[in-house]
């Protein structure tokens, strides 16, 4: 089992829509939680960073952590043609990151 | 303030040579982490220096070697490579204090002919 497990998709939304990206994970040792956005050839671009549970707001996205389900999602309101990319989730322990395999999101104009 | 770094871009290599991937990271950072991705398998991770020193190591063949330099900036080595090794290699820097993110480079696409 993968430390963090992540639904590949792919996801494709109408513009507008409202977009719910998921994660889990296993190790409860886990504190701080990321979200990366990959555009096509380029490397991950750091979206959101979090520490422990609750939630954290930055303009259209929000980064929601629940630790009693070891659950990790991001939410993306009012979703644009810019927001297709691959979004990676990514927790750290131990001096280590681990990532989700990425799910590929189409945001249709 | 400049992003990570990576030079080449793209490589072609065939099967046997080796390669050495440079990493620069962003200005301040001292830990330099190396990933492995690839279509099926995401990022896997490769191995992180910090103050010139293996720090963690994943689960690579000892093809795959690295190095970090005083300035901090990091080469990473693959020899005897194999057609498997096709991948975009990506380096990922950061502060290296407790939980702080790392940040990317774009990669160096790397095929093997």
């Known amino acids: 089992q993968k430390e963090v497990e992540q639904d590949p998709g792919p996801l494709s939304v109408p513009e507008g829509a409202i977009v719910s990206l998921n994660c889990t994970y296993s190790n409860s040792a886990f504190q701080y939680f990321m979200w990366y956005r990959q555009y096509s050839r380029k490397g991950p671009e750091l979206l959101m960073y979090?520490?422990?549970?609750g939630n954290k707001e930055d303009g259209r996205f929000t980064a929601q952590v629940d630790k009693s389900s070891k659950y990790i999602s991001l939410f993306i309101r009012d979703s644009q043609p810019s927001d297709s990319a691959t979004y990676l989730c990514a927790s750290y322990t131990g001096n280590q990151f681990y990532f989700g395999t990425g799910t590929s999101l189409t945001v249709i104009p | 303030k400049a992003g990570v770094t990576q030079t080449p871009r793209y490589l072609i290599k065939t099967r046997g040579q080796q390669v050495t991937l440079s990493c620069s990271p962003i200005?301040?950072?001292?830990?330099v982490s190396w990933y492995q991705q690839t279509p099926g398998q995401g990022l896997q991770f490769l191995f992180e220096y910090f103050s010139e020193t293996q720090r963690n190591k994943g689960n690579f063949p000892g093809r795959f070697s690295g190095r970090q330099f005083s300035n901090s900036r990091s080469e990473m080595n693959v020899s005897t490579l194999e057609l498997g090794d096709s991948a975009l290699y990506l380096c990922a820097s950061s502060l290296a204090s407790e939980g702080q993110p790392q940040h990317f480079g774009d990669g160096t696409r790397l095929s093997i002919l």
């Open positions: 979090t520490y422990s549970s």
């Open positions: 200005s301040g950072h001292r830990s």
